[in-house]
């Protein structure tokens, strides 16, 4: 419990010392030759003469070319924490209530720390020392931690605590903060948790309309989408949050039918209106799923069989796409949209994973073969990829150029120089190749907090064999880079057939 002060003044003893509060005002009127408002407190001109002296030293050593900073920053840092756990030095007080408890918890504080990090306590507490405020449980759980933020300007947090860490930063316009745990949940989206975290901070992150966090949450989700789909947090994805996943073509999972199948337990369990679940199934790309595995879905499942009026259009078309050659499909139907175009699957018929040990070595090279197209009537055709791999490929323009002007003038070209680069290439020719291009797909793996994500993914059209940038921020000398895993590099090639309509026929 805290103790009221007296308001009668006390006399002084003739022989008692000064308090430090009380030489910090009278050293800072020295000093200004003006005295602290009274609402301030000692602790506050204890704080400015601090400042005022650091100035002063940093002044007067300018000139000298022996200058040293003497820097006791951290003990100040300290000092201020010591400030709130110090009632009898404290000129406001903050009761934070719960609907669910009687109880308040008390917290006393100094006005000219609390106004300087938060305009809204500054506006406040300008007419009034004792504030009541209202919050939920989540939020007044970390309420002890908020203020230590704002004395100390450090705080440690949990998953579990950022959302409502946020709410509190946003609530009283501690901005610093604010920005501080936006940018932990955007570096935190790998960590592991029972429930998973992910889903929940893109759907707050949309309440409170932080578009980056929407985005760092939808590309994490996007990239790591088997990984989300077989975990807790999938039940919790909302309707909105679907449809946006199922828009997207750099989706990575195993294959489409595993789509279907997680978007099936997804209707099953949430049971939306009839107009929402014809429209997420109306967003699966059927003519991806091989015809045997069709039509099984179409003798098997409930939710294919419920709202099959509204698929049936779809699902014949992907039997025609799988019926005829891609070519001639081309001259009647329209290719050019995203159903017929794959995401990024992880099915061996799609592509290779590739490990590199120690990639700083030397150049690489492999070798893989993929379907010619997702079309059942190429089922029989394989399209062979060369890969290249060169830790320190130099570009152009960074090559050294022989001229007649010094013999031995030619610097040589530093190591460091160099960048990592990958080329894919096909290794055959074929006429089969005509009405339908590929996009290459590089996807780099990585541990975070003891599981293995996809960090990055390039793509890159057949019109260039090579990924643009690929990992040119990348160390790969270093042992410990986080783009490797125990000292290798893993990648996973994805190679995606896009079909074009050639000729169109006239009706």
Known sequence: MWRARSLHKRPACAGAAPSPGRCACEAMARLTGTRPARRWGCAAAFLLLLLTVQAAQKADLSGEATAATINHSLTLLQRLQELLHNSNSSDSVLRVRTAASDEAKVFHTHQLLLGLQSEVFESLLRNQSVLTLHEPPETAALFEKFIRYLYCGGVSILLHQAIPMHQLASKYRVWGLQRGVADYMKTHLASESSQGHVVGWYHYAVRVGDVALQESCLQFLAWNLSAVLSSAEWGSVSVELLLLLLERSDLVLHSELELYTAVEGWLSRRQPEAAVAERVLRAIRYPMIPPSQLFRLQAQSAVLARHYGAVQDLLFQAFQFHAASPLHFAKYFDVNCSMFLPRNYLAPSWGSQWVINNPARDDRSTSFQTQLGPSSHDAGKRVTWNVLFSPRWLPVSLRPVYSDAVAGAVQPARIED??????????????????????????????????????????????????????????????????????????????????????????
């Open 418 to 507: 160099g960048r990592p680069r990958l080329v894919v290439t096909p290794a055959m020719s074929s006429p089969d190749f005509a009405g339908v291009s590929f996009q290459k797909t590089v996807l780099v793996g990585v541990r975070q907090q003891g599981r293995v994500l996809v960090k990055h993914a390039y793509s890159f059209h057949q019109s260039s064999d090579e990924a643009p940038d690929f990992l040119v921020h990348a160390d790969l000398q270093k042992r410990t880079s986080e783009y490797l895993i125990d000292n290798s590099l893993h990648l996973h090639i994805i190679i995606k057939p896009v079909y074009h309509s050639l000729i169109k026929v006239k009706k």
